[in-house]
């Protein structure tokens, strides 16, 4: 099982915009550039939390995604995108890389086991996670029922949540292939129960367990949004389409 690790529930600062001013860059100051809505952006938000004690260390930047200013492009991150991390006078980008980046460079909790067949397996999931999502978004705007196009990817999900006995999640206990599956399973699961009527957990014993797990954990619940919020943004973006 994941470590029942409490804390303060963060004060969430709000997301910056094109009136908003930059902050003080490069001055020593590690931050993490997110927005709360983009999975890819939690993914960095929820292995900043777990690493415990980090809440002032990497302080979260919240981006405006409909409106950005002009500043990040410029003169932090040029592909414009989250997220980002601004550390030791250097940007980086692309979610897989900076959850790897925030366990390996930040004290806390190893989210990585030493076991070289759990690390093996670990980089097979996370090489599968372009094609999970993917596949799973598709399904969600396509027209008509899922069960068929999307059966497949959530069965293969249970398979690997069978995989070692040691805990409930994919490495057993928690691990970095949990936090990149997490923010997109969060979404599918709604979008999916909304859109089309299907239940990802319906005959998934392992991936039920997963979720309820996954949800014990303040690292991962306080990166959650509103599922109305999420549902609206989803169709404002063309995510999602109904029966």
């Known amino acids: 099982m994941?470590?029942?690790?409490?804390?303060?529930?963060?004060?969430l600062p709000p997301p910056l915009t094109s009136e908003s001013e930059p902050p003080h860059l490069f001055d020593g100051t590690t931050r993490l550039y997110i927005s709360y809505t983009c999975p890819y952006a939690q993914r960095t938000w929820i292995a900043r939390n777990?690493?415990?004690?980090?809440?002032?260390k990497i302080k979260l930047v919240p981006i405006d995604l409909l409106n950005r200013p002009a500043w990040y492009k410029e003169k932090v991150y040029s592909t414009n995108?989250?997220?980002?991390?601004?550390h030791n006078n250097e940007v980086k980008g692309e979610?897989?890389?900076?959850?790897?980046?925030?366990?390996?460079?930040?004290?806390?909790?190893?989210?990585?086991?030493?076991?070289?067949?759990k690390r093996q397996f670990a980089e097979e999931l996370l090489s599968y996670t372009d094609t999970f999502n993917k596949e799973v978004?598709?399904?969600?705007?396509?027209e008509g029922e899922v069960d068929d196009k999307v059966a497949p990817e959530w069965d293969k999900i249970e398979d690997a949540l069978s995989?070692?006995?040691?805990?409930?999640?994919?490495?057993?206990?928690f691990s970095l292939v949990d936090i990149a599956y997490a923010p997109f399973i969060e979404r599918f699961?709604?979008?999916?129960?909304?859109?089309?009527?299907?239940?990802?957990?319906?005959?998934?014993?392992?991936?039920?367990?997963?979720?309820?797990?996954?949800?014990?954990?303040?690292?991962?619940?306080?990166?959650?949004?509103?599922?109305?919020?999420?549902?609206?943004?989803?169709?404002?973006?063309?995510?999602?389409?109904?029966?």
């Open 95 to 117: 979610s897989l890389d900076l959850i790897k980046y925030i366990d390996s460079h930040f004290e806390g909790p190893k989210l990585l086991p030493d076991d070289p067949e």
């Open 163 to 173: 995989k070692f006995d040691d805990g409930p999640f994919f490495l057993g206990q």
């Open 81 to 86: 995108k989250v997220p980002s991390l601004e």
């Open 137 to 142: 978004f598709t399904a969600s705007r396509s």
């Open 50 to 56: 777990y690493k415990q004690g980090l809440q002032e």
């Open 2 to 11: 994941a470590a029942a690790v409490s804390y303060a529930k963060e004060v």
């Open 189 to 243: 699961q709604l979008f999916l129960a909304e859109a089309k009527n299907y239940d990802i957990t319906k005959g998934r014993p392992k991936l039920k367990l997963w979720i309820e797990e996954l949800n014990k954990i303040d690292a991962y619940t306080q990166t959650k949004r509103d599922p109305q919020e999420l549902l609206a943004h989803a169709k404002k973006l063309g995510l999602i389409s109904r029966i």
